[in-house]
């Protein structure tokens, strides 16, 4: 039986034994960067030093408001080829490119494609309402030919002279 260190045994051991030559120590000693502890008055490794975060780091919170709002307007604007939704999509891209720069922004146009929504889905429902209402009127007061069948014409033999 070999007598090894055990595996969490921070002392070199030579190649022979398998282990890793002596490197110098980086960081403060007795302190390892695992636990945190930024070395030389640096940040670990993804923070920033001013509580911000780091350059390519997501920003907290995603623009769900506006990814929501922007799916419902598309889904809205290809069920009524077109009419109803865009403005609001429009509105909800906007607020999803701009999240990044100006999530406060991008939340107050998310809130206003909800409104500019609900808005164009009243005025289509109005529409569609008035639509059906005046063609319903133009049928009643229209002087339309009745849709009876007329009669059929009948074919008398009349003596062909030769």
Do not use: C, K
């Not at 022979?16 to 070395?39: I, L, N």
């Not at 640096?42 to 623009?63: D, T, V």
């Not at 080829?81 to 922004?105: C, E, K, T």
Request: proline share 14%; aromatic share 8%.
């Amino acid at each position: 039986m070999s007598s090894q260190p055990p595996a969490d045994d921070p002392t070199p051991r030579p190649y022979a034994e398998g282990g890793h030559p002596a490197q110098p120590g980086y960081g403060r000693p007795g302190y390892s960067q695992s636990q945190g502890q930024p070395s030389y008055g640096q940040p670990p490794y993804g923070q920033s030093a001013y509580g911000q975060p780091a350059y390519g780091a997501p920003s907290p919170g995603a623009p769900v408001n506006a990814i929501v709002v922007t799916v419902v307007s598309v889904l809205a604007a290809l069920s009524t080829a077109f009419i109803v939704g865009l403005p609001s999509a429009v509105l909800g891209i906007v607020g999803i490119v701009q999240h990044r720069s100006d999530p406060r922004r991008a939340g107050r146009l998310a809130a206003v494609a909800w409104i500019v929504l609900v808005l164009n889905v009243v005025l289509g429902v109005v529409l569609l309402i008035a639509g059906v209402a005046g063609f319903l009127w133009f049928m009643e007061q229209a002087d339309l030919p009745t849709m009876t069948p007329s009669p059929v014409p009948t074919l008398t033999s009349t003596p062909v002279a030769v």
